[in-house]
């Protein structure tokens, strides 16, 4: 058994405001849920769902929580080796009560994608609850805790991790025993254990492709908005900053509707002259304008019986939005130079950047076209809003690119996945995207992804300050604390006692960064920052 560290960071983050009736886990409100709650909720749900369904809710909601939980552990230890920060999750599941673990192996290297781990889990409330209602069963009960743990590992790793219950206590065994191995090393998974809920999965091999997944409450929340639209031709309205996927997001909801066998059209209305706007909205009849030999159909006509997408509508012109609003009220049009209408049946989904509603009070947009397409509004979150999103778009991406540019890559560094989950994104999902397919062009063959093909040149200095630098991976360099501070002050209080200024202290910097580094100049330089010419040289001036 691995010796697991204290919990001390974990329960100093924990706040309890009886006065208020609220619990606080950093700036995350929670509740306390008794075992009888849980028990009946289980049951409730067992029933009114079936056993398949239940489970699957219970699993994705762990699954979520253990990606969730990964991010924070990558900040909460930063100076710890891997298996100190790999014991958040253990120690966290087990600070919210669902049993206590005990980390039996864990064997990893993130650059082969290897992963294996066996993990022994005591007094499973899960299993509790369900021994109490149904007595002993023939499969493994504890779903929200295989959840969970597949959802920690996967987003610790970078890659998809099935944690799996070998043993149960619900199958009266004497504790909960898990193994752990990445999704593509197991013989067989059912349905929940897939990384990717089968019912969200496309029609075709190609539209596969364009699928992303996510398991964040923002994901879910857009995600359950479409679902409840499915059976409806209610517009939609996507909003949200630029590179979030709101494109993706509308393919979702044509393939989950019922015009998914239909065409599906998109126009991103930013990328048409004005002037052009119209003929590609509506189509252009012969004889029109000069070089119109033929009649040429329109987004609306090439999308009917489908979906047609309009992405940026804010940058449609006055008459092109009073156009397209008949076109919504009316289901006609007429083409550009042509005097007969033409009918069109479409469901018309739109996407914006930028705020309609400012927009419309100042009268750069229709009101009335915007109250037309704002019947269901879906708001899109920014990719630094759901962080737990990220190791799934990495691996999705990096199997992408590695398909399309017929290249064999390994998997991440660990240091490459932590630079990954740290990054802000101002580009969003689809810088991530861009960063993937550039690492895939650029590492070798049956190598993995470092953080040389993910940053280059200047955008190195968007790594976030003294992250993922080291080599054993390790995530370093975290905001500078109170004690961190009072060292410092501590150091300079001592140097000026003794009369000694900046250079002194630069050079006690330095060697101490070249003893951490046990001599190795190279790793005193990327702790310090600097290059490795910039280090000899200062390594020179003070004669070492």
């Not at 919210?96 to 007094?123: K, M, N, P, Q, R």
């Not at 359950?224 to 939609?236: C, F, P, V, Y």
Request: include cysteine; aromatic fraction near 6%; proline fraction near 3%.
């Amino acid at each position: 058994m691995k010796q697991l560290p204290g919990y001390a960071d974990l329960t100093k983050r924990l706040r309890f405001s009886p006065e208020q009736g609220r619990i606080w886990r950093d700036s995350e409100r929670c509740v306390l849920l008794s075992q009888s709650a849980l028990t009946t909720l289980r049951s409730q749900l067992v029933v009114q769902l079936g056993l398949a369904r239940a489970r699957r809710l219970f699993w994705d909601m762990g699954f979520a929580e253990g990606a969730r939980c990964a991010v924070e552990a990558k900040e909460l230890r930063p100076d710890r080796g891997f298996l100190e920060a790999f014991a958040v999750g253990p120690q966290a599941h087990a600070l919210t009560g669902f049993g206590w673990t005990e980390i039996e192996t864990l064997d990893s290297d993130s650059a082969s994608g290897h992963f294996h781990g066996s993990f022994v889990v005591h007094d499973s409330i899960e299993a509790a609850v369900h021994l109490a209602t149904d007595g002993v069963s023939a499969d493994s009960v504890c779903w929200l805790q295989t959840g969970f743990a597949s959802g920690f590992a996967s987003s610790f790793a970078g890659q998809p991790i099935v944690m799996r219950e070998i043993e149960c206590q619900g199958m009266g065994d004497g504790a909960c025993l898990l193994h752990a191995r990445p999704e593509a090393e197991w013989p067989e998974l059912d349905d929940v254990e897939k990384s990717v809920p089968p019912q969200m999965l496309a029609n075709s091999q190609a539209d596969r492709h364009e699928f992303v997944p996510g398991v964040s409450a923002g994901y879910h929340a857009v995600r359950n908005m479409i679902e409840r639209a499915a059976g409806t031709d209610a517009s939609l309205l996507f909003l949200g900053e630029t590179g979030v996927g709101k494109e993706v997001f509308a393919k979702m909801a044509h393939r989950a509707s019922l015009r998914k066998d239909a065409p599906f059209v998109a126009l991103n209305c930013a990328a048409i002259p004005e002037g052009l706007i119209e003929a590609e909205l509506f189509g252009v009849a012969k004889g029109a304008y000069t070089g119109a030999v033929a009649s040429r159909p329109g987004r609306f006509e090439l999308a009917h019986g489908g979906t047609l997408f309009l992405d940026e509508i804010s940058m449609l012109s006055p008459l092109a939005q009073s156009k397209v609003l008949r076109v919504i009220q009316e289901g006609e049009f007429e083409r550009v130079g042509d005097t007969r209408t033409t009918r069109v049946d479409v469901r018309l989904l739109a996407a914006s950047n930028i705020d309609l509603e400012t927009a419309m009070e100042a009268g750069h947009f229709r009101a009335d076209l915007f109250f037309r397409l704002a019947t269901l509004p879906i708001q899109v979150p920014p990719l630094r809003h759901r962080r737990e999103d990220i190791p799934g778009l990495m691996e999705h991406f990096r199997a992408k690119y590695a398909r399309r540019h017929r290249r064999e890559v390994a998997g991440f560094t660990a240091r490459s996945i932590n630079a990954l989950l740290m990054h802000e994104y101002p580009g969003n999902v689809r810088e991530l995207e861009r960063m993937v397919e550039r690492a895939v062009l650029l590492v070798n063959d049956r190598e993995a992804i470092d953080l040389r093909h993910l940053f280059l040149g200047s955008d190195r200095m968007r790594i976030r300050a003294g992250l993922a630098l080291t080599n054993d991976g390790r995530v370093s360099g975290a905001e500078v604390g109170k004690e961190q501070d009072q060292s410092i002050s501590h150091l300079v209080g001592l140097l000026r006692q003794k009369g000694e200024g900046l250079k002194a202290v630069e050079s006690r910097i330095v060697e101490a960064a070249l003893e951490a580094a046990r001599g190795n100049v190279a790793q005193a330089a990327r702790d310090l920052g600097l290059t490795r010419r910039q280090l000899a040289s200062r390594l020179e001036k003070i004669g070492r």
